[in-house]
């Protein structure tokens, strides 16, 4: 069992969709807590509507009280309020790993976290993060580095913030290849490369970041579970396709027939 925290999206490419269908194509038993409604499709985000903590709240410890989660994956929360209730909840299960992706805007840009939510994620869930996934961009704005920042300082800067692991992913780096890097507090644990594919993609970092949690959840260790996540979500970009008018969305279910 998973338990995801995560804005809707009407696509089902990213948000909370993308997490149920990330779970369930791994074998995890989805649970859920919705945070906001998006309204979007997949040429870009029109609007968020966030959802007051106590709702957020009241999910999780209702789900929680009746069903144990093996892991926790968060996305988008929509407020620094929301983010201080989720710390406050998942502060009563400190042994059970928690993957945050730190979703501060969609893939077209628009801002999905404003400075205040930034800080609260710093300041109340990364103390607490199993594993941090952001990507190059997300990486140094939540080190507080410069555009361009060397992205291991900002590793060392995120795991000083308490994050036991932090995989920093490059699609937003040049490059032929993307480069994912995963760190400790003792410095880079591994380095994968893989080819970068054509297109644009919507919700792979969703689906990276449930992988993560799900191969958790199964009981592997964190470098081995990083890597296995890595090699699902590639696949599911590489047998990703194009359902509208804008990016193209991963197929979880690439190896189904």
Same mark, same amino acid.
């Given at each position: ?61 209702? =789900? ?11 996305? =988008? ?40 939510? =930034? ?139």
């Amino acid at each position: 069992m998973v338990l995801a925290f995560a804005a809707s999206d009407p696509t089902g490419g990213a948000g909370l969709q993308a997490d149920l269908l990330t779970l369930a194509s791994l074998g995890c038993h989805p649970l859920s807590v919705l945070t906001a409604v998006t309204a979007q499709d997949t040429s870009g985000v029109e609007g968020l509507l966030v959802l007051e903590p106590d709702w957020i709240a009241r999910q999780a410890r209702r =789900v929680l009280a009746d069903i144990p989660a093996a892991a926790f994956k968060i996305g =988008v929360l929509g407020s620094a309020r929301n983010a201080e209730a989720v710390a406050q909840i998942l502060g009563g299960h400190a042994r059970t790993p928690m993957v945050l992706d730190p979703v501060l805007a969609s893939a077209r840009g628009h801002p999905l976290s404003d400075g205040e939510t =930034v800080q609260a994620l710093r300041s109340a869930l990364l103390p607490m993060t199993t594993v941090l996934t952001p990507n190059s961009l997300e990486a140094r704005r939540l080190a507080h580095a410069a555009p361009g920042a060397a992205l291991a300082d900002c590793a060392r800067a995120l795991t000083d913030l308490g994050c036991k692991y932090v995989l920093i992913t490059g699609t937003h780096e040049p490059g032929d290849q993307v480069v994912n890097t995963l760190y400790s507090a003792s410095g880079k644990l591994r380095e994968d490369r893989w080819p970068r594919l054509a297109g644009e993609y919507h919700g792979s970092g969703c689906t990276l970041a449930s992988a993560v949690a799900a191969f958790v959840a199964k009981g592997l260790a964190i470098e081995d579970a990083v890597r296995e996540a890595q090699v699902y979500t590639w696949k599911t970009l590489q047998a990703g396709f194009r359902p509208g008018h804008g990016q193209n969305l991963p197929n979880r279910f690439f190896g189904s027939k």
